[in-house]
């Protein structure tokens, strides 16, 4: 067990007990969790990789309410690793580090609170593409959902924005109003298909009359999404991502 409180890191002999103070977080290591050994991780990590990644979930509890701790160690493992290699001189591409900016703007806004310490601490800058990566395991903390699941949630967002700009034939500014709410319908549509949730209630009738060529966009990007996801897309999707392709093709007829 670790106690972490105002920056303390605590460490304390075997079958030694150590009473946290208020001001600690408590994590227990579990023997198997779906995000790797967390006792495994914890003798690999070292302490000042494990302190920056409490404080980033500490931030997040604070915001969110809630955070599944048992994040913190691998976590810390990434963190330790992405210092290594920005000591080293490489550099890894984050093709979806703009989308996670915007998707997971808080969690973003969290991990953005690391760049300070580790540039102070290790004397290395982080860029945004590597945040965007603590961003997600900061996401996945708060979902409870592992790090690859909130990647793919990224993922398939970028994707179906690219299948909206390729068939509407217009490139949507990711700082617009529209670009914000196709993109969060989108990541719940993901979500649910993921899931296996449905909505309730149906307007694929109404759209598929008033707005047939959003709606003929729509039914090909769900069925590319199912195909993609692997995972099937409810049909009563259609019409309700239709009528944020339809303001988009309005904004359009406007310009």
């Given at each position: 067990m670790f106690d972490f409180g105002k920056g303390y890191w605590i460490w304390q002999k075997v079958a030694e007990r150590i009473e946290p103070t208020k001001e600690a977080t408590v994590y227990a290591l579990q023997k198997q969790t779906e995000r790797g050994n967390a006792k495994t991780l914890a003798t690999s990590v070292a302490p000042e990789f494990l302190e920056i990644a409490n404080m980033l979930l500490k931030e997040a509890k604070d915001t969110f309410g809630k955070v599944d701790s048992n994040i913190l160690f691998p976590m810390a493992d990434h963190i330790a690793f992405a210092?290594?290699?920005?000591?080293?001189?490489?550099?890894?591409?984050?093709?979806?580090?703009?989308?996670?900016?915007?998707?997971?703007?808080?969690?973003?806004?969290?991990?953005?609170?690391?760049?300070?310490?580790?540039?102070?601490?290790?004397?290395?800058?982080?860029?945004?593409?590597?945040?965007?990566?603590?961003?997600?395991?900061?996401?996945?903390?708060?979902?409870?959902?592992?790090?690859?699941?909130?990647?793919?949630?990224?993922?398939?967002?970028?994707q179906c924005i690219s299948w909206v700009e390729e068939e509407t034939g217009k490139q949507i500014d990711i700082a617009s109003l529209s670009y914000n709410r196709l993109m969060n319908h989108i990541r719940y549509m993901v979500a649910r298909a993921l899931n296996g949730e449905q909505l309730k209630v149906s307007m694929n009738d109404y759209m598929i009359v008033k707005f047939p060529k959003a709606y003929q966009i729509s039914q090909t990007i769900c069925d590319q999404i199912a195909h993609d996801l692997k995972h099937e897309v409810a049909e009563i999707e259609i019409g309700y991502l239709a009528m944020h392709i339809a303001r988009v093709l309005d904004e359009e007829t406007k310009e």
């Open positions: 210092i290594k290699r920005m000591q080293s001189g490489e550099k890894i591409s984050n093709p979806l580090t703009e989308d996670i900016r915007v998707l997971f703007h808080v969690e973003f806004k969290i991990a953005l609170q690391a760049r300070t310490i580790i540039e102070h601490q290790f004397g290395v800058v982080m860029d945004d593409d590597e945040i965007g990566y603590i961003a997600l395991h900061i996401h996945s903390a708060i979902e409870d959902e592992k790090v690859s699941q909130s990647m793919q949630m990224a993922r398939a967002v970028r």
